[in-house]
């Protein structure tokens, strides 16, 4: 059974900085290499949105929107996403969750929620 657990969540001014986790189990090491792996968030009132994903390769994508202020990177030997977000503006406020998606995508649903299978519980952030 595959479980993603994400932490790091939390309160901040905006201008802040707050780095997410999230760590991965279920997936067989071999696997998790060449596993697509994102992170989304999802504010109150609105469908939830692709932030940032990397490829088994390490190539990263991100929405304009934080394009500049977040950087996501994988550690394969932990199993683990993170995600540091600088910047922290008001509307960054949502709960955020990572994604895991062992299957070959094209590089145009990295973002996409439907192109992700498994999911972690989310931790919220408030920029405030």
């Known amino acids: 059974q595959v479980q993603l657990v994400e932490s790091g969540g939390g309160s901040v001014q905006p201008g802040g900085s707050l780095t997410l986790s999230c760590t991965a189990s279920?997936?067989?090491?071999?696997?998790?290499?060449?596993?697509?792996l994102a992170w989304f968030r999802q504010a109150p009132g609105k469908e939830r949105e692709g932030v940032a994903a990397i490829a088994t390769i390490g190539r990263t994508y991100y929405a304009d929107s934080v394009q500049g202020r977040f950087t996501i990177s994988r550690d394969n030997h932990k199993n683990s996403i993170i995600l540091l977000m600088n910047s922290l503006r008001s509307e960054d406020t949502a709960v955020y969750y990572c994604a895991a998606e062992p299957d070959p995508m094209p590089p145009a649903a990295r973002l996409m929620v439907l192109a992700y299978k498994y999911w972690g519980q989310g931790t919220q952030v408030t920029v405030s």
């Open positions: 279920g997936i067989p090491g071999i696997t998790f290499n060449t596993t697509s």
